[in-house]
């Protein structure tokens, strides 16, 4: 069993950053795929990020190539969603999540956090 937790969500200005963080208890990253999912009100959840843990592959929707970044520390076995030039559009409850493979699919992770809220003001 792995419990999730994030971190790091708040109230920025459009063209800011935050930083979010998901850490894993219980068991670690090793041999997962981590990703960043995010769902606006009255939207389906979208998939943002996704890291493949051992090689260190990650993958971005084409909505936040460029602005986000998905990095690791293995020793504090936590993922790190740095977010820059954050849009409007960006605002939404990010939840982040552990599987076996990287997916684009909501449905291939197992496990999920209880997500943390991002808004971004124009």
């Known amino acids: 069993q792995v419990q999730l937790g994030e971190s790091g969500g708040g109230l920025v200005q459009a063209g800011g950053s935050l930083r979010l963080s998901c850490t894993a208890s219980?068991?670690?990253?090793?041999?997962?795929?981590v990703g960043w999912f995010r769902q606006a009100p009255g939207k389906e959840r979208e998939f943002v990020t996704a890291?493949?843990?051992?090689?260190?592959?990650?993958y971005y929707a084409d909505s936040v190539k460029g602005r986000f970044t998905f990095s690791r520390d293995g020793a504090r076995n936590t993922g790190y969603l740095q977010m820059n030039s954050l849009k409007p559009e960006d605002t939404a409850v990010y939840y982040c999540a552990a599987g076996i493979e990287a997916s684009y699919l909501p449905g291939d992770y197992s496990f999920w956090g209880q997500g943390t809220q991002v808004t971004v003001s124009s």
């Open positions: 890291i493949q843990w051992n090689t260190n592959t990650t």
């Open positions: 219980g068991r670690t990253f090793d041999r997962h795929a």
